[in-house]
């Protein structure tokens, strides 16, 4: 019966061999690849590889405009996610955010 140190070497073991695989199989597929764009006539600028449409096709963080102004110029939008600090202070302190609005 196996331990676990000798588990844990044979699962890293696993690991590098599957990682030496990957970059032989890569290989492979980037070969075949470049074959068939030259055998088509193909560019990357044909693929969208380097050009600001694939850029735009990723969604980028959208900014919302401020809905509030803290106490010293703070400003927060009021949407999801973590409140900021003087949120959180007014809240715990009983506090409404509607003196705040901007």
Known sequence: M??????RAKAE????EAEVLRKQEIAGV??????????YGIS???LGAGSTS??????????APAK?????GELWAGGLGRKP???REILSKGG???????
Not at 13 to 16: E, K, P, Q, S
Not at 54 to 63: A, E, G, L, N
Request: glycine share 2%; proline share 2%; no cysteine.
């Open 85 to 87: 600090e003087w949120v």
């Open 54 to 63: 694939v850029r735009k096709s990723v969604k980028s963080k959208s900014v």
């Open 30 to 39: 980037i070969h075949e690849i470049k074959a068939k764009m030259k055998e």
């Open 96 to 102: 409404s955010m509607d003196a705040y609005l901007i």
């Open 44 to 46: 990357a600028e044909d």
């Open 68 to 72: 509030y102004r803290g106490p010293n």
């Open 2 to 7: 196996s331990n676990y140190m000798e588990l």
């Open 13 to 16: 073991a696993m690991l590098a």
